[in-house]
């Protein structure tokens, strides 16, 4: 079973077209700049440059445009002006660029504040649309892990991952969560999770023996799960879904919960995880939903 998932996820692998490593690299400078500015002390209008003006927003709470947006990060700096956002893991993928930060006024400890996940995608280094999921970060945890730290150890450098394989980690990623979570095939766990698996869950402690136990409460009979998002970079992959209850409305992209899965891959095995879930609300200050992706392309009022 292990080998012929392998081949055949080889094989759309080897069929994708290359990805530009300088767009992935002027994409994730732009981002990282962004998100250190955002909760800084930066000018608001020097911030400005960074949105499109006809700016896509999937963050429920946040209308579209550029002015909402820099209208929205003023009113989180009033509120809590003392907040940091510490970013911990970034993924640039075609011109996606994926941020797991940590958003807190005591960034030092890891148990405080809000766990962020933020998707951008960019044209010509400028957002045109944004995703945003988060929760509030635990103050315990069931594996001593926080929500944000690297649990995994290399034996020296961590090595660099070829793009044939980081292409490989995007479809493995994307399809054993869809056979995992939505098709309830567990038996796949014993196949692709490393059996020392490091979580961040709070709710789950480490290896694959407990995320074995959780998976019945995770995807229960009838339950939900539909892919909207996956992005690859080195040893990371990020799948993001819509769940749903048993009996939930398949079709409805204002129920059920949002939730992104982060996976450090290594020989083709999840060792580490790390997660954000949301409750989708019935309605958003854009109109869309948090899971539909609209933009195609025009650039006009920039």
Request: aromatic residues 8%; contains cysteine; negative net charge.
């Amino acid at each position: 079973m292990k080998r012929q998932l392998l081949a055949t996820l080889l094989a759309l692998t080897l069929a994708q077209p290359a990805l530009a490593d300088d767009l992935r690299a002027a994409n994730k400078a732009v981002v990282q700049e962004l998100s250190q500015a955002m909760m800084g002390n930066a000018p608001l209008e020097s911030l400005r440059h960074y949105f499109a003006q006809n700016l896509i927003q999937h963050d429920p709470q946040v209308a579209d445009g550029r002015e909402a947006m820099l209208s929205w990060i003023a009113t989180q700096r009033v509120q809590a002006p003392a907040r940091t956002l510490t970013v911990k893991h970034v993924v640039a993928d075609g011109d996606f660029v994926f941020v797991h930060a940590q958003l807190s006024a005591t960034p030092s400890n890891e148990m405080s504040g809000q766990n962020r996940y933020d998707i951008y995608r960019l044209d010509h280094g400028v957002v045109v649309e944004h995703w945003a999921y988060a929760d509030a970060a635990p103050t315990r945890s069931a594996n001593g892990n926080s929500e944000f730290n690297d649990a995994y150890k290399y034996n020296g450098p961590a090595p660099a991952v070829p793009a044939e394989r980081v292409h490989l980690h995007r479809q493995l990623a994307r399809t054993l969560s869809e056979e995992v979570f939505s098709k309830r095939n567990f038996g796949l766990v014993g196949r692709f999770w490393n059996a020392g698996y490091l979580q961040h869950n709070p709710w789950v402690p480490n290896g694959r023996a407990a995320l074995e136990g959780a998976l019945p409460y995770i995807a229960p009979p009838g339950a939900g799960y539909r892919v909207v998002h996956t992005l690859a970079e080195g040893d990371l992959a990020l799948v993001c879904a819509q769940g749903q209850a048993p009996g939930g409305n398949p079709r409805d992209e204002f129920s059920g919960w949002a939730v992104c899965d982060l996976y450090r891959m290594v020989n083709l095995e999840m060792v580490e995880h790390w997660d954000v879930g949301q409750d989708v609300p019935s309605a958003s200050a854009n109109g869309h939903s948090m899971f539909s992706s609209l933009y195609r392309g025009n650039m006009s009022g920039r």
